[in-house]
């Protein structure tokens, strides 16, 4: 029966988590479809801990057919890209080494292109942070990717093909485009979903297409994540149009109007004017750190409040690449 071709392969790169990712190919071992229905692939981004041995002891134990690719560290897009070329079957579930499936996940994946045979649909699931996250205050406000906000929509821009939990035809990837290959966080699935949008990518909403989320996090590591993803902000800001970056560009746009002109420009006004270079350093860190032992911090601690200081860092990030780039230019003129 392995050698059967699959209905789904589900694709997972992965970079140092290694028992994170051993409980996500455990949850994959109880999907309401037959095991020889589906196949995981595991591509190592050079992860150097114990990852190869902890997947290879698994390889034997599950009752799906695994696979474990390895590579020197190459970023996110080149290791997705690996997973997608040795895919067997003619659909792919993309998620993150910390997506938890439900037991339905796969089916409601496959059920859904089953309704919607185009080449240029994708599914995109639903992903909820995990309840067996630490009850932490971070953890209580913080969503890495607000797919509530798609609740009650079917269809969903382009640019949000999230490769935590989405579906789509391998053959759409191989002929209208990959992810750009970049180490680092770099935007790049938000990339190639505003290109395959281009070539008629549709992407579909299924709330049933459930996974948690476990990623342990803290304020430090989401504001460093932030910074970096600032200074690959060219990645975007090179290859999409400016109202689909820059929130504030769709008031100059026509097809806007006044209704976006009265929700973004002042949302954005306040934004930069409560976090700022000083309020951020003198207020906004200390206070959210001291949040996790401090009631009267914690009154401060909100989902707006930690988007809001990331933002200022990735701000920050992209602040440094726009002046790294005059510093070559103004190099290479004299």
């Known amino acids: 029966m392995r050698n059967c071709k699959p209905l789904i392969s589900v694709v997972i790169a992965t970079y140092r988590r290694c028992d994170t990712l051993k409980i996500t190919l455990e949850k994959l071992s109880v999907q309401s479809i037959a095991p020889h229905d589906f196949e995981v692939i595991v591509v190592d981004d050079g992860s150097g801990d114990k990852t190869s041995e902890m997947v290879h002891s698994m390889i034997s134990k599950m009752p799906y057919t695994l696979k474990y690719m390895w590579h020197e560290n190459r970023g996110p897009g080149y290791t997705e890209n690996r997973g997608i070329q040795e895919a067997r079957s003619d659909l792919l579930l993309l998620i993150a080494d910390d997506i938890w499936a439900t037991p339905d996940l796969l089916i409601q994946h496959i059920k859904m292109h089953k309704e919607n045979t185009e080449e240029s649909v994708a599914v995109l699931g639903n992903v909820i942070q995990s309840p067996d996250l630490p009850a932490t205050v971070m953890h209580k406000n913080w969503d890495g990717f607000h797919i509530h906000k798609f609740k009650g929509m079917r269809e969903v821009p382009g640019i949000f093909f999230y490769a935590c939990n989405i579906s789509v035809k391998k053959n759409f990837l191989l002929e209208n ?52 993803r600032g200074l690959n902000f060219d990645m975007l800001s090179d290859n999409i149009p400016k109202p689909y970056v820059f929130p504030i560009y769709k008031i100059a746009t026509l097809e806007a109007g006044l209704k976006a002109f009265l929700k973004i420009l002042p949302r954005e006004i306040v934004r930069r004017c409560v976090f700022n270079k000083w309020s951020i350093h003198k207020f906004w860190l200390p206070v959210l750190k001291k949040a996790e032992t401090n009631r009267l911090a914690e009154l401060f601690a909100s989902s707006l409040t930690y988007r809001g200081t990331t933002s200022f860092f990735l701000r920050e990030g992209f ?15 004299r």
């Not at 602040?319 to 003129?333: D, G, I, V």
């Open 319 to 333: 602040k440094e690449l726009q002046a790294s780039r005059r510093r070559q230019s103004e190099n290479k003129l």
């Open 177 to 228: 485009g990959m992810f750009r290959e970049r180490k680092g966080a770099a935007h790049e699935d938000a990339e190639l979903g505003y290109r395959l949008s281009r070539h008629g990518l549709k992407i579909l909403h299924n709330e049933d297409a459930l996974a948690y989320h476990f990623h342990e996090e803290s304020l430090e590591r989401c504001c460093k994540r932030a910074y970096e």
